[in-house]
């Protein structure tokens, strides 16, 4: 079987996806700098799905690599994690920003059109819907970044368009996640956050393993029922499942440009995400009303219809699976 090239395979979502696409049988080659991962993902990686990837340690950005890649490998199709994605990290930082996730992609696009290889499935992310004019989120809602990661995101989901009506054969997926969670039910393989987790879950997580005193809850006057944020929580098994489809959908057809929603319809508030991992861990996560964080939406949930109807998948592990994954896992690094 012809390999798929995974940028960003040794971080949080792209590892979950390798599990997943080797689980069926693909033949991966990683391709990670390690900014925010860890090399012992890759055994872990093998642990879990039988076998070892194959890895290049080295950037997206570098052109000479990226055509030697191609020379020496077929290539069947690239799935494209490689990225910096700190919200609050993006609006200090833009250019470094603009550079690793907008100039990354068309470093990698155009080693691809060279190579012939045209079908690239793109994480997008929820961020690009901006301040919901309506829930739940269809795709066809009007896109609007309010920060430079979301920028980023939005810049190369309109170069995806354009490459693809430039030229004919492209099958491109677009998908936008809404809030990944949990980790491998194995706890070999998880979401790890270097410093200061700037996410909800790692974040409650870290207090629940003791690393944290408590939880700061950003605002609890939000037009919600419980006046905290509401999201859509998805668990990350459940989001890299949807990559092996949309990867499935995009080889099935000669030219294809997708764009869809990976969520799970439903929302939770922070307040809900609380009590839920506090029954999963049996032990109270002290927090604290803080004030809002700036940039934050009171509410977010995805319409799930298109993904349905277009990949036949849908989201199917409850809130109790996720928090019961991320646990395990929080305490199998912790104890690492
Ligand atoms: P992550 O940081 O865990 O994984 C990204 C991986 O890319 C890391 O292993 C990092 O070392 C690598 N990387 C970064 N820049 C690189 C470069 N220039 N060259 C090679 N490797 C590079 O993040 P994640 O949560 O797994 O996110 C994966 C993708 O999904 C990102 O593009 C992110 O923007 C997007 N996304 C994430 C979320 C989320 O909440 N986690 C939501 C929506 C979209
Ligand atoms: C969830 C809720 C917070 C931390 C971000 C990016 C988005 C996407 C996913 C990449 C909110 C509240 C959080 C804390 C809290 N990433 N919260 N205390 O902001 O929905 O999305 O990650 O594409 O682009 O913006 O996720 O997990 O940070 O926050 O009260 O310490 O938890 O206010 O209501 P968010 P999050």
């Not at 809404?178 to 996410?199: D, K, L």
Request: proline fraction near 6%; charged fraction near 15%; hydrophobic fraction near 40%.
């Amino acid at each position: 079987m012809p390999t798929l090239l995974v940028t960003g395979g040794t971080g949080f979502i792209g590892s979950h996806t390798s599990v997943v696409l080797q689980q069926a049988g693909h033949d991966l080659l990683i391709l990670d700098n390690l900014c925010n991962s860890q090399r012992t993902t890759l055994p872990a990686i093998a642990q879990i799905s039988g076998r070892p990837p194959l890895f290049i340690e080295g950037d997206v950005r570098d052109t000479e690599l990226l055509a030697r890649i191609f020379s020496e490998h077929t290539i069947d199709a690239v799935l494209h994690f490689a990225g910096l994605k700190a919200v609050g990290e993006s609006t200090q930082i833009p250019l470094v920003y603009y550079d690793n996730n907008v100039h990354g992609s068309t470093a990698l696009l155009q080693a691809m059109q060279q190579a012939q290889v045209r079908t690239f499935i793109f994480s997008s992310s929820a961020t690009v819907y901006g301040d919901p004019q309506y829930l739940p989120l269809t795709e066809a809602h009007p896109r609007n970044a309010t920060n430079p990661y979301g920028h980023t995101k939005l810049m190369v989901e309109d170069i995806l368009e354009n490459l693809y009506q430039s030229e004919p054969g492209w099958r491109i997926a677009r998908l936008r996640y809404f809030n990944p969670v949990g980790a491998h039910p194995s706890a070999c393989i998880g979401e790890a956050p270097r410093g200061i987790p700037n996410n909800l879950m790692p974040y409650i997580a870290q207090v629940a393993t003791g690393e944290r005193p408590l939880l700061n809850v950003f605002g609890d006057d939000y037009d919600t029922p419980d006046g905290t944020g509401i999201r859509d929580y998805i668990h990350v098994m459940d989001l890299a499942e949807g990559h092996a489809a949309a990867l499935d959908y995009c080889l099935r057809h000669t030219q294809t440009l997708l764009t869809t929603n990976l969520g799970t319809g439903q929302g939770y508030s922070v307040m809900q995400m609380i009590r839920a991992y506090e029954q999963t861990c049996g032990q109270p996560i002290p927090y604290e009303i803080a004030t809002r964080r700036p940039g934050d939406i009171a509410a977010c949930w995805a319409d799930t219809r298109h993904a349905q109807a277009t990949l036949a998948w849908r989201a199917t592990r409850s809130l109790q699976d996720m928090c019961e994954d991320a646990w395990r896992w929080a305490k199998a690094s912790n104890a690492a």
